[in-house]
């Protein structure tokens, strides 16, 4: 890098304080919900839904916005009541309108009354993002004031009400979710993916968790492959290698399959990375724009659906998929906020892409909150530039990864709360992980 290190820092900063403004400012103070993305004019809408994994990153990121000075302890501490005191009083129960039931909560709920938005599912995965998020802040709110015991306990209380063995419905492995209207979903957490941290958290659950079994039916789909030069625990789309890694340090921890191979999660997860920059280099697809500055393949919005000839090759464009690499879906849609939060795996690939994204594309320091979700150099709109089109939201499942893996690059902050919560150390304990700081 030819950027000496202290304007590393300054860019890093400035980063994670315009992520953070996304919270700050899309947000409801009197229940605490976060809107899930921004309206197209970057402006907030009343109609449009919280995302309760979009809560559980805002809680994530108060405490590192008290570190960094963005947030005031006092003005965290009111938030954080707000978001824990709402979700402790909302209705649980199986009418089709309350906030959740049996202690997991639904995809999206109404910005102002906090009840299920679009008949959306009880999601499990979503649960465990809000549930990660209160639990950091009951690590880090660890001073005798009545606020702060009250925020422990409110996250105590609202992990112990979880029934993570309900969520099995009979079966070794986790439902993707459940709807009043029609009962459990079909699909379930089988294979690697970023429900491990599920996993873990319904492990070390005191009050109702899944049986050791579990864990290991989970582990029974892995896919081990070898591709772009790497060996890894396969999963196509980004985001997969990096959300437990917001809260879990896996370095140099192993449950018995990494143990097998002889690494643990963090190492495949810099492999996994890697295989996504390579994939860019190599470019099968002949896609505007990619190269060893320019890669990031997760689940995402793109430009689609559309079909469009260009330079002689009709190009099918996609909206919302979970795109990856090297495998596909690709349809030229690159995000960059996903790309900042692989910082801690890969710094030395992960930093001169940001160079390129925010210097030479111009895509970060023009957005209050800085990186719009996606971008598609091979779809140019009338006046695009160089990074074609860009989307015009804002998510907030986009901003938190980012602000928070760059945090854990700087400082470590949620991973030193972390190895503190003895939730987590006990589905740790129960996956069969051992080593390194356990």
Partial sequence: MNQPP????????????????????????????????TSPDGTSTSDWPASIAAVGFALASYPVAVSRAFLSRADAIQRTLATLRFFSRSAQGPEPDATGFRGFYYHFLDMQTGRRA???????????????????????????????VEIRSIADALYHRVEWDWALDGDSTVSMGWRPESGFLGPRWKGYNEALLLYLLALGSPTHPIPVGSYRAWMSGYQWKQTQGQEYLYAGALFTHQFPHIWVDFRGIQDAFMRDKGIDYFENSRRATYVQRQYAIANPLGFAGYGPNCWGLTACQGPGPDTVLIEGIERQFFNYVARGAPYGPDDGTISPSTVVASLPFAPEIVLPAIDHFVNELQLHDVN????????????????????????????????????LMVENHRSGLLWKLMRECPCLIRGLERAGFNGGWL
């Fill in 368 to 403: 209050p909150y800085g990186f719009r979700a996606t971008i598609n150099p091979t779809y140019q709109e009338k006046g695009a530039g160089a990074a074609g089109w860009i989307s015009h939201w804002h998510y907030g499942i986009n901003q938190g990864p980012a602000l």
């Fill in 6 to 37: 202290e304007g590393i820092e300054e860019k890093l900063q400035n980063i994670q304080q315009k992520a953070f403004s996304y919270f700050q400012h899309e947000f409801n103070p009197a229940n605490g919900l976060i809107l899930d993305k």
């Fill in 118 to 148: 679009w008949q959306c599912e009880l999601s499990t995965i979503d649960t465990s993002l809000l549930l990660a998020g209160m639990l950091t802040c009951a690590r880090f709110f660890n001073e005798s004031t009545p606020d702060e």
